[in-house]
């Protein structure tokens, strides 16, 4: 399995397997369009499960409980908030997390202890806190300001290190598909959106770029020297470092979702819900939806933008051209001959070797003027076949020597 997996990854850099990433570009880009268009879809009839730090409120968490049910906690917050839903999430084995509207210390303490009978346990076994509205909005404030700070600061990095605006772009629409998708599919899970959420969506920003950078990298070294040869076009080379990098791309995204994974598992299911499972599924998607773009997206972004740059496409032109051509173009060493004067104009004279006189001698008819017939019955059928053969040019006559003067 292994032998034939690394065998698989020698015939795609060196090119001896192709597998159409850019040729097929218009496909990933409507795979990915589909896709986006359903998460948002999904992610609006759900809507956003914003944390307690975004929204302000009141939380607490019971610890020690021999049940974790839920009813018993939705049934005390009702009686004290009866218009409003608790949000109510189970940490762990034995503790229920309760978060409500904002309360002040008075409706908190009667809270407190409500839930510490319905529970059986110790008022002590229940931890309060409390955040308000200007602290949630000034994290929303930064969470934001953070974001835009960093896609602008890396997309500067970027445009100066590949000397490039396109490669830029091209990287900052595949981390754009990266934040939708895992944007998406986080809302449409339902897990609540936390600052761990953020710090794993930044993280993703980060691997996905460098992922993407891997490959434009491996696109510049192809480049080099691009207009000096006629055997391949851009987009052939921009093809040919994505299926370069492709295994690289795979080992090392492998490699980081198995720890993510397992992180996953144990926060979803082992510890409840916490830092860990926000973080991790941030991570576990957007690792994944980087991988993907990085190989089938960030490639065709890259030539969609700069094919039509006039070196570039006048490249390609000749390119394709040539190819076009290769079928009618004779073989090495060899030239039809011409058989009329119209083909050779008199003002020109062309140089052939050795090869092509035998050539066109073989092809054409002789004619031999000089020779007598031997005999009667000999005149008359090559007199026939003579008539039958095509009429030498003049300068065909002057310009091939005689089989006969040979």
Known sequence: MSATFARFGNDLHAGRRIIPLVTRRRTWYLLSVIGIVLLAGLAVLRGPNLGIEFTGGSEFQVAGVADTEQTSARDVVREHLPDREPKITVLGQDTVRVQTEQLDSTETAALAQDLAAAYSVSPEAISTSYIGPVWSGDVTQKMLRGVVVFLVLVAGMMALYFRDLKASLAAMGALVHDMLVTAGIYLV??????????????????????????????????????????????????????????????????????????????????????????????????????????????????????????????????????RRGEDATPAPGRRRARTTAEETPEDESEPATADAEEDAEDDLPVEDHDTEPEADGATAPAARSERHQPRRSSRRRRTTPKRGHR
């Open 189 to 322: 899970v339902g897990f609540e959106i936390t600052p761990g959420t953020v710090i794993g969506f930044l993280t993703v920003m980060g691997y996905s770029l460098y992922d993407t950078i891997v490959v434009f990298d491996k696109v510049r070294e192809n480049i080099d020297g691009l207009t000096r040869q006629r055997r391949s076009t851009f987009a052939d080379q921009v093809q040919l470092a994505a299926n370069q990098t492709l295994v690289r791309s795979i080992n090392t995204s492998v490699v980081a979702l198995l720890p993510i994974g397992s992180i996953l598992a144990i926060g979803a299911f082992l510890l409840g819900a916490g830092t860990l499972k926000d973080i991790s599924l941030a991570l576990f998607i957007g690792i994944i939806a980087g991988t993907y773009s990085s190989i089938f997206l960030a490639p065709g972004f890259l030539v969609d933008l700069r094919r039509r740059e006039p070196e570039i496409a006048a490249h390609t032109e000749q390119v394709l051209r040539e």
